[in-house]
């Protein structure tokens, strides 16, 4: 099936033909189930930078059913590049989260959604989020002090180029 091909492609790297094939793969679905086919074409277009066409894809899966937590958190991802759409990252990372905690993949990328909004609030508007993102950090340490994700975060407080050096550890 083109659903099948455009996984190939996208797998192997070919953007442009899974492009092509996911496409198809919704424009050749009898049932009217396009989720599947959505939802790849969507993480394709985020990594060929397409924000803007990654979000409509992912805000179309949201809405049949509104439970699937991988398509929040990936229209939160893609919402995280468009610096004026950070709320919408954060909120629609909140909802993943809600849908699915105990996903440490979502809680690491909300602490990067948090630092990012530090980073664009001027002055003692952006504190809170520096203090969500390393309560988040630790809290992902707390949970599973192994993970890649735990190193990371741990990297992440001790990094002396971030702002929070002055935060309470």
Request: contains cysteine; neutral net charge; glycine residues 6%.
């Amino acid at each position: 099936t083109q659903l099948n091909i455009g996984r190939v492609l996208y797998k192997t790297g070919d953007y442009d033909g899974a492009v092509v094939a996911f496409n198809k793969a919704i424009e050749f679905t009898r049932d009217g189930d396009t989720d599947d086919a959505l939802f790849n074409l969507g993480l394709v277009l985020k990594l060929k930078r397409d924000f803007t066409g990654a979000i409509d894809c992912f805000k179309t899966v949201i809405k049949h059913p509104p439970t699937n937590a991988q398509a929040y958190f990936h229209l939160a991802h893609a919402y995280y590049y468009i610096d004026e759409k950070i709320d919408l990252a954060i909120s629609n990372c909140e909802k993943a989260i809600e849908l699915d905690e105990a996903s440490l993949h979502f809680y690491w990328g909300i602490g990067n959604m948090y630092e990012k909004k530090y980073r664009l609030s001027p002055g003692k508007a952006g504190e809170a989020f520096m203090r969500d993102a390393v309560k988040t950090y630790k809290g992902i340490i707390e949970a599973a002090p192994t993970h890649r994700f735990a190193e990371l975060a741990k990297l992440r407080i001790a990094n002396p180029h971030s702002r929070d050096q002055w935060l309470e550890r």
